[in-house]
């Protein structure tokens, strides 16, 4: 038996500030998921459905997912069939298949940066060399993207461009025709395309909601998961939707020695939530609309101290602040003093002045007032 040198991970240095202060601060003010529902909630939306949920047999289930949510999740994508979706635990199971399957030491990847942090460590901990496609940040704290210096910095052993839209932290999302020129590089290239879409449909027009990129290319993998603009974390529910079968098939396989298959009331559930996800959506852009509107004002009233731009998706923005002080012992006095959670950019490695704050949650307000009040002591 030949046994490769266990591949390293370092620590995911944003999970582990989460996991200090996520259940412990009261007044979590960085989550970048929406407001979640309880099953209760849930189980409202279809008539018959808890009798369904009572019945739900708990064997394993298919180890490619339910057919009943995989049918439903294919009305996500224009061209997508349902044998071109691996559901699997979350978008971050997906993440770690991919990366497994899909690369070996020595491949050269380019990440967008910053980024969810298993985006670009599981790639490096296998031995890849990764070219950062760092996104520009003007004056303003709007972000955008060069795509010259992606075109420029394909190599001969490129072999995956990772992205993710709609981005986090900072909500970014490109107009549609620059994610199509994107593609275009990737595909000129014949490189994968691996975008993380957990946050697609948290568009705050939906007008701006981009087609998958598993819609536009045949190399394109993209991820989906229910924790974001589903607003269901708890369900541990993701997604990869692909046309390219001899990928998907390897994920699929390595799935094997990851979980398996997923839980089964979570996929009833969330069969539940796909097939309602209009009223869940607008539930979520509701609160986001609300919530925005006093995000704007408290920022220019604080215009002296911070750098905020209004993102067009997501939950979260990644303002900056104007003080010279390191932001993480700004962000750890305030949680320590006033119980108010923010993430600082030091857990992106990501510079010392920015952070990040969710906007997607009813409590959005009350945690507002009580950095406020820490402000105010300043
Ligand atoms: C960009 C991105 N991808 C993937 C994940 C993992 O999400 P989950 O495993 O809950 O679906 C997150 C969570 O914050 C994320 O922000």
């Known amino acids: 038996m030949t046994q490769e040198k266990n591949m390293k991970l370092p620590d995911f240095k ?4 989460f996991a200090k202060y996520e259940f412990s601060a009261p007044y979590v003010l960085c989550s970048s998921d929406p407001q979640s529902i309880s099953i209760e909630e849930l189980l409202a939306l279809e008539d018959g459905s808890l009798e369904g949920l009572k019945k739900q047999y708990l064997g394993y289930t298919e180890t490619k997912g339910s057919p009943k949510l995989k049918e439903e999740l294919c009305k996500l994508y224009e061209n997508i069939y349902d044998n071109e979706i691996l559901v699997h635990s979350g978008g971050e199971e997906g993440i770690f298949l991919f990366m497994n399957t899909a690369l070996e030491k020595g491949d050269h990847i380019i990440a967008l940066f910053p980024a969810y942090q298993s985006l670009y460590s599981i790639a ?21 993207l060069d795509l010259d210096f992606l075109a420029k910095n394909i190599k001969k052993n490129t072999k995956a461009i990772i992205v993710n839209f709609p981005h986090n932290p900072t909500g970014y999302l490109p107009d549609l025709k620059t994610f199509k020129e994107i593609i275009e590089i990737a595909k000129e290239n014949n490189v994968i395309f691996f975008c993380d879409e957990v946050y697609r449909y948290l568009e705050h027009d939906r007008k701006d909601t ?6 536009l290319y045949d190399f394109a993998i993209s991820t989906g998961s229910m924790s974001k603009a589903f607003g269901l974390p708890g369900l541990r529910i993701g997604w990869t939707a692909s046309r390219n079968q001899a990928l998907l098939n390897k994920m699929w396989s390595y799935k094997d020695f990851t979980t398996i298959c997923s839980s089964a009331p979570s996929e009833y559930l969330a069969t539940i939530a796909v097939r309602n996800r209009e009223k869940i959506f607008k539930k979520n852009l509701e609160i986001i609309e609300e919530n925005l509107k006093i995000l704007k004002e408290f920022f220019k009233k604080h215009e002296n101290l911070f750098t905020f731009s209004s993102p067009k998706a997501t939950t979260i923005a990644f303002p900056s602040i104007k003080k010279e002080i390191n932001i993480e012992k700004f962000c750890v006095d305030l949680v320590e003093k006033k119980g108010v959670f923010l993430l600082p950019s030091t857990k992106y490695d990501f510079g010392d002045r920015n952070f990040r704050i969710g906007f997607g949650k009813k ?12 402000l105010n002591s300043y």
């Open 14 to 17: 944003l999970e582990r500030f």
């Open 124 to 144: 490096e901990a296998i031995g890849c060399e990764v070219t950062y496609w760092k996104l520009i940040q003007n004056k303003d704290n709007t972000f955008e």
């Open 210 to 215: 981009l087609p998958s990129a598993s819609d």
């Open 363 to 374: 409590t959005m307000k009350e945690c507002l007032g009580k950095l406020e009040e820490y």
